[in-house]
């Protein structure tokens, strides 16, 4: 392998650290290992052509990721099949909070839930909640760069969130009852 | 001192206080309310969990060696022709 550039060296330095991040939010868009390794690397290579646009020192990690979620948007959405969204139709769920205040009040139930389904759970929701829910929950991403990298007002990421969470939270918490992690309650309708 | 906020208002802006989006002024507000509202404080807790779990759930996965090496080595075919 060749040795690299100056530019070469300064793009390493400051985009393959977040070359994890990149990779795990390609695979909760993609739904898929090898599309998402695709697509980390078709993001990474149009980041290096475009190197010279990027403002040393601003955020990395929030120009890379924006750079992935256009080539995914623009390549490979057609691709995915994705579920026809339902959120028009379904009914919000409530806070689950007072479901489990009595039994479980600290939430302990979500980390005995093991990864799998916890991410089953996040690819499940809507694409447009699943998103943002990824970027700030997941990946640590301010609402402000998200709004930015959406091309979205932050009202509309705070709203999607809002419900992203609610919507979590609500099959968690009937995967941790279904699952025998905590009791279900005597007063849950069905 | 008072509380300046309600539950209902502590409640609302409960998610952007864990996530350290508020102004200092906003989020001053509801740590005071925090301090003195149990359920209030025990439902934060709760949320707070939820916030972890899916910060933790998401360090899991790492980007695969491979594909991490296929990455610079297609940086540097890249640069060779700069």
Not at chain 1, 172 to 183: D, F
Not at chain 2, 8 to 35: I, S
Not at chain 2, 38 to 51: D, G, M, N, V, Y
């Amino acid at each position: 392998m060749a040795e690299p550039t100056t530019a070469g060296r300064q793009f390493d330095a400051e985009a393959l650290p977040h070359l994890d991040a990149l990779y795990r939010v390609a695979l909760r868009l993609t739904g898929d290992p090898t599309q998402a390794e695709d697509l980390v690397q078709d993001t990474m290579l149009k980041a290096y052509r475009s190197w010279r646009q990027y403002r040393p020192g601003t955020n990395a990690k929030g120009w890379l990721l924006t750079i992935l979620r256009n080539t995914f948007i623009n390549d490979y959405r057609r691709r995915k099949l994705e579920p026809v969204a339902t959120d028009l139709e379904t009914v919000e769920p409530h806070a689950i909070y007072r479901n489990v205040e009595e039994v479980d009040p600290e939430g302990a139930f979500f980390s005995k839930i093991v990864d799998e389904k916890v991410l089953e759970a996040v690819d499940a929701l809507p694409p447009d909640f699943r998103e943002v829910l990824v970027l700030s929950d997941m990946e640590g991403m301010s609402y402000g760069e998200i709004a930015e990298s959406l091309r979205i007002p932050v009202g509309t990421v705070k709203s999607r969130l809002f419900r992203a969470r609610r919507q979590l939270q609500s099959s968690l918490y009937r995967y941790a009852v279904e699952t025998g992690i905590i009791p279900a309650r005597e007063t849950d309708d069905e | 001192m008072s509380d300046k906020i309600d539950c209902r208002e502590a409640h609302n802006r409960l998610l952007d206080y864990l996530k350290q989006e508020l102004t200092p002024e906003l989020a001053a507000e509801v740590q005071a309310h925090l301090e003195r509202c149990r359920p209030c404080f025990k439902q934060a807790k709760f949320e707070q969990s939820f916030l972890l779990m899916l910060q933790e759930k998401a360090r899991g996965t790492c980007c695969p060696g491979e594909l991490r090496a296929r990455i610079l080595t297609a940086l540097r075919a890249e640069q060779e022709t700069d």
